[in-house]
């Protein structure tokens, strides 16, 4: 195996990078590299041979050349000059690995970070070419995206030859092409680079990054993939390991989970590494109601008798064994799928509540990819006052159930991890929420999402809701945060002047029935309202509009899944990105 990467690159995320080769498992393959040092900073040049010095085979080339190369928090910046030089690079390197015999070369961009077991992966693979996917979001606020594609220059989406496609149905191809990438697989694509293992079959059939003279699309992979499917070549994508990129210097934060999560002894704990990179971005299915949704990185150690996944045919997933792969656990960061044990069982709280003296409260919540967000803010309130948790795992892909197991530890946990988000169809997973949530047997159930909390006065207060014997069902105010401080109050956000049910009094013979629209069809049963209720001036803080970047997030979410507004209020959809919006501040 020839490993070879040409390397422009800052120290700070070069060191990374060197560290993470060394961790390569190598029982399947001999691994020599070949980099060739454009670097303009003499720091990230003495890294390159103190390498060198400490790796048996290493053949380290200067470029000979230095050009400018910006980049920066928000994109990097590329010309023709730059790309078609790093393809000559990129070149040299095919060639050594024909002329020296290599089975495989093994390019990769020097500001990845690879899983332990990448390498000797791709080789059981038994591809021509393949990538180990990765994802980015290429400019800031904006979802998590791929490096790989479909057809032409980055079209995410399947379509036949000639096919004419409406920006509807682009749209669901494009969600359904995301959503497929963040299940462990390996699937054809049109489109591959930056991470990519290159058979000897397919270098002595004659791939190169030269240039195509009659095709004007941009960057030296495409016309690598465009070459080798010519040559009857097929591409591949494998999205059992994915690699973190480390596209700004803000992306070095990410990586201690990343280590953490993919060291020896993650694996031995079946800690698994599933897909995307970080929860501020999207390109998964979407999350509940008002979460981001995307493919992310960050970890969470799974135990089998708390995790019950969806999925009664999938197996324990973790990395003691590069033969053993994840089976259906959604991707975007760190993730572990187990195997089901029929009924989870309750952790027991440290004070048993045999002896409660107030009617049970349990909290129902469905989260996915909350890591990075207010989760542990949200359940640290929680637990002041509820007596055990129900919560739906919709795919995540972060430290979301990590996180909910340490901020609940102590208080009776039920966690139910679905492998295939169902967020596409919101009835369908809010369903299966207060079904699980009846299994508990709970006596009152407080329904909120992850990222909503009540002010300060509930947890005194709340007993005495609890203890209403005249009443089944209590509604509140929500209102939408803007910021830390303030909520908005204009024509399209007053939720706050409306009372909604969050907390209910489980009748077991009330025959409850559900809205089935697929998106904003309720976090409850649709015919509650017939339970006796009240309203109260406890107040309830929603906080998942109050950072640019995540209603950001939403909104596109939103252009995607209903854009004609079937199920919303489509000037509220396009009153999200207001520039000045009204803002009240909020008084405890």
Known sequence: MLLGSPIHQKPQILEQFLASLRRLHRDNFTLDFYFIDDNDDEASSRLLREFADQEPSVFLQSSGVRDAYIRNDTTHYWNSALIWKVAGFKNLMIRRAEVFEYDYLFLIDSDLLLHPGTVSHLIRMDRDIVSEIFWTQWQPDTMLQPQVWMHDEYNQWEAL???????????????????????????????????????????????????????????????????????????????????????????????????????????????????????????????????????????????????????????????????????????????????????????????????????????????????????????????????????????????TVAICRAELEGIPLRLVQNTVSKFSNEAELRKQQWEETVKSNPEWILSLDADELFEQSFASEVETLLREESCDLFCFRLYDFWDDNQYREDAYWRAHQSYRPFLIRYREHFPYTWNNLPQHCGRLPENIFELPHQLSNLRIKHLGWSRPEYRLDKYLRYMLLDPDAQYGWKEQYESILDQNPHLVPWVE
């Open 161 to 399: 030859p000639g096919e004419q496609l409406g920006q509807e149905e682009i749209n669901r191809r494009f969600h359904d092409f995301l959503n497929k990438l963040q299940h462990p697989g390996v699937y054809e694509v049109g489109g591959l680079g930056a991470c990519t293992l290159i058979s000897r079959r397919a270098i002595l059939s004659g791939v190169s990054f030269d240039p195509i003279k009659n095709i004007s699309y941009w960057g030296e992979d495409r016309h690598f993939c465009i070459r080798a499917a010519a040559l009857g070549i097929p591409l591949y994508v494998d999205t059992h390991y994915p690699a973190l990129h480390l596209y700004r210097d803000s992306d070095l934060a990410k990586v201690g989970d990343y280590l953490r999560l993919t060291s020896p002894q993650a694996r031995s704990e079946g800690v698994a590494w599933a897909a995307g990179e970080d929860s501020a971005g999207a390109g998964s299915p979407p999350a509940a109601d008002d979460s981001a949704a995307p493919p992310v990185a960050s970890g969470a150690p799974e135990r089998d008798d708390e995790v019950l996944s969806s999925d009664s045919s999938s197996k324990p997933s973790g990395y003691a064994d590069d033969s053993i792969q994840p089976q259906g656990t959604p991707a975007v960061p760190f993730e572990a799928a187990v195997q089901p044990q029929g009924e989870p069982s309750f952790t027991q709280a440290a004070s048993a509540d045999a002896h409660r003296k107030r009617p049970k409260l349990t909290l129902s919540m469905v989260v996915k990819n909350e890591g990075g967000r207010f989760l542990r803010q949200v359940l640290r309130e929680h637990r002041n006052y509820i007596d055990e948790a129900v919560i739906i795992d919709d795919g995540s892909t972060d430290d």
